[in-house]
């Protein structure tokens, strides 16, 4: 038996399609994401908190979903909107169907919409909060409400609470991924040579595996820990991660990071890292028009002319024009030409916009992690 399911948006349009995973009402900011595989790490990514997301590739859930796509410890996104549901899940890692997930997870989903009215819509228009309902009894004058009294992720600080309450070790690599499940290597593993402090800010499990494969032991410290806090675990670098919402409202993380810059602890920033290290820097962030999602985004690295097809996830982007002299821009995207990568004149600090770390999509910018690798090594040579 199958419910029914409603998108409303907050201009008023309304999309009537099936409800998938569980019934009830999910609200926020709806964007579309154009990677035509990955649906689960897209799910579990903590980057699209509050946020409806609309995959554009039209069958999602033939491959159901497993154990190691995780990249949280559950689904963040708010609700998800599909074009067509398969009936059949078929895949040697299935563990469950993408239907029986969503409702396990009590996250709502619509399908059998069309979800390519919605992208023009939303792509001319820009990003659009909204209200999705599914079940009985569905009250779409109650949606439209519900759309229109949500705040807009501008100005929301969902950093602070998106990551662990508490530091971590992490020692698990990629590299035995073809024998199962990650390895996980002992603390002291002589391995791992340099030691890395992890902001977490909703941090891609991916991120902490590749980090290992580079070397790094890693500890995944609260958004809100104080430098004196990060520097009495004698970091050989500090990460900043990715993470959902507004860069601008993370003052505690811009002021940790502009003590971090004094100090020359080496700096790699992901995504919200990146803004944030460019905030910290003195440069401003806007609310993009609806944003970068997807798996195939061209990226040129400025110093080489290389361009690298990226995966990307961000509404809000560092406005090149207000790079201060000191910061350096290093990539840009070549789709609209926003930065898309930093480094510090004076400091041994950089930061990349899309994923280097993919999951879902293109490993082309991973050689930034050997970068991070390569810096704190040279500081340990300079000290
Ligand atoms: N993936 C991310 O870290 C996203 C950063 C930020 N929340 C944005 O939307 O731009």
Known sequence: MTNPAVLVLQDGSVF?????????????EVVFNTAMTGYQEILT???YRRQLVTLTYPHIGNTGTNDEDEESPR???AGLIIRDLPVHASNFRRRETLNDYLERSGVVGIADIDTRRLTRLLREQGAQNGCLIAG???DEQAALAAASAFPGLEGMDLAREAGVDQPVRWTQGTWSLEQGLPASLAWDDGRLRHHVVA???GIKRNILRLLVDHGCRVTVVPA????????ALAPDGVFLSNGPGDPEPCDYAIAAIRELLARDVPLFGICLGHQL?????GAQSVKMKFGHHGANHPVQDLATGRVMISSQNHGFAIDEQTLPAEIEATHRSLFDGSLQGLRHRQ???????????ASPGPRDVEPLFAHFSALMAARAGAD
Request: proline content about 8%.
């Open 199 to 201: 902001y977490d800010f």
């Open 224 to 231: 809100q820990t104080p430098v004196a806090e990060v520097l």
């Open 45 to 47: 990514d903590p980057s």
């Open 75 to 77: 689904i963040q996104a």
């Open 347 to 357: 400091h041994p600090a950089f930061s990349f916009q899309g994923h280097p770390e």
């Open 136 to 138: 009985d009894g569905i």
């Open 16 to 28: 009537r399609g099936t409800s998938i995973g569980a019934c009830g009402q999910a609200v926020g």
């Open 277 to 281: 290290l460019g905030l910290a820097a």
